[in-house]
């Protein structure tokens, strides 16, 4: 039985778009195995999969150590250049790698774009062939596509074309410029210098191996590459030597039996609600990574309760995570239930519209759902900006601002979606059926079946 090691982003939205693709694949007879941290075992191994704890090379990376204290930051970035401490905990990382690659031998390497810088030459270097997994969509440069962190919403004319490039071009010298500038900020003590390090420590060849023509971040060359952001979702779909755009790949039914007994009171209460043909349940929740822009998520939450009290016949659930306090939005309107977390996928099956970040999961989610969506992207160091041009390119939402749309404002969008509901939906199922066609393809199986079959020819 061929094994097939799925190396993956600590983060639960990034595994969640794997566990089709697994699925399908353990249907075709290979053994699937996980690695990662402690916090996902439970869920992977509840999913019928092996897993295998392995730590972050780099315990606490000091971009990450910004966020949580500046004092930290610069103690951390002035010891390592005496003790080489960072350095040690990677050798420490790529060992235990090693251990858990001759315990499994895999025959292929699915890999989170987000660690391919980190590890992809180590799997090389050990004859293992690599498949990138994408979660955004492509970020390499196609005609009349903006950039995944870009807003603009492409037309048929020749200024779009050229702009789109222009803005392509213009993002990928700024990302490299970037790039240089956080290194020399960190004295080239960043996770990437660091496993470069090791790499030249153990004699590895990097010289013209790394991809910087891209919109976001940099990769390795030449590698199989895997999109799962929903293909009937882009603009235009570009036909890439050793780039599969096989997403989206939904475990729709993954959830199990809820036990939160608040939730599930609230679902019953929805329930009744939901008799009354005048009534709309409004579900807002922006996401897992809503800690990274927390002040800015807490002023849009307490926006979201002055929106309530403006629709006093709509019902309104909030998602805000572990990262609010929720003693922050009090008086909570009557209309309005704040959780720290709901199961996502049974709250859309009661939802008549959701306010989302734009993450491509949710998006998905909601189409599969039937929901339409508002789309208030909170950042542009991330793909959530395009996510939401595409959302109104395909006319299945709206989009607004985080920082300067009122509760006013938000109020006029989710009536106007209220008002122009048939609208929505159809254009939303008509997109529905272009999900489930890809969602129950196997292609995925045939397209790794063939790189494995390649490579050990």
């Not at 003590?189 to 390090?197: C, M, N, P």
């Not at 013209?208 to 999109?227: A, E, T």
Request: hydrophobic share 40%; proline share 4%.
């Amino acid at each position: 039985m061929k094994t097939i090691l799925f190396d993956l982003f600590p983060a639960q939205s990034h595994i969640n778009c794997t566990l089709k693709m697994a699925s399908l694949l353990k249907l075709a007879g290979y053994r699937i195995v996980y690695s990662g941290v402690k916090e996902y075992e439970e869920m992977i191994i509840k999913s019928g999969f092996e897993y295998y704890v392995i730590n972050p090379f780099i315990l606490t990376p000091i971009t990450q150590l910004k966020y949580q204290s500046k004092g930290w930051f610069l103690i951390e970035i002035i010891t390592n250049l005496y003790t080489k401490s960072r350095l040690s905990e990677a050798k420490n990382g790529f060992e235990n790698l090693q251990d858990l690659i001759n315990k499994l031998q895999p025959d292929l390497v699915i890999i989170d774009i987000h660690k391919v810088i980190i590890k992809a030459l180590f799997y090389q270097s050990r004859q293992i062939p690599i498949v990138s997994v994408h979660t955004t969509f492509d970020v390499k440069w196609m005609p009349n596509v903006p950039p995944i962190n870009s807003y603009f919403i492409p037309g048929k004319s020749f200024f779009s074309v050229v702009f789109t490039s222009i803005l392509f071009f213009s993002t990928m010298v700024t990302n490299r410029i970037l790039n240089e500038f956080i290194e020399l900020m960190l004295l080239r003590q960043g996770s990437f210098r660091i496993i470069l390090k090791f790499y030249k420590g153990i004699g590895l060849n990097i010289r013209g191996v790394f991809d910087f023509n891209r919109s976001m971040g940099f990769s390795v060359k030449n590698l199989h590459r895997l999109i799962l952001a929903p293909t009937p979702l882009e603009f235009q779909t570009s036909k890439r030597q050793n780039t599969y755009n096989v997403g989206p790949l939904l475990e729709i039914e993954r959830e199990n039996k809820i036990s939160d007994i608040r939730y599930n009171s609230l679902i019953q209460k929805v329930e009744s609600v939901g008799s009354n043909m005048n009534s709309f349940i409004v579900y807002c929740s922006m996401g897992t990574l809503a800690g990274l822009a927390k002040k800015k998520n807490n002023r849009f939450y307490k926006r979201m309760a002055q929106v309530a009290k403006l629709n006093p016949d709509f019902l309104f659930i909030l998602s805000i995570g572990a990262f609010i306090d929720v003693n922050e939005l009090l008086p909570v309107p009557i209309n309005m239930f704040v959780f720290e977390s709901v199961p996502q996928i049974n709250m859309l099956k009661y939802s008549d519209l959701m306010i989302t970040h734009g993450g491509a999961s949710s998006l998905a989610e909601c189409v599969m759902s039937e929901v339409p969506m508002i789309v208030y992207p909170y950042g542009k160091q991330t793909d959530i900006p395009s996510n939401s041009a595409r959302v109104v390119f395909h006319k299945i939402g709206l989009r607004g601002n985080i920082t300067w749309d009122s509760a006013k404002k938000i109020s006029r969008k989710i009536n106007q979606i209220k008002s122009n509901y048939q609208f929505y939906l159809s254009n939303i199922r008509r997109m529905k059926e272009k999900f489930e066609e890809k969602n129950q393809s196997t292609e995925v199986v045939n397209i790794i079946e063939s790189i494995i079959n390649n490579h050990a020819n």
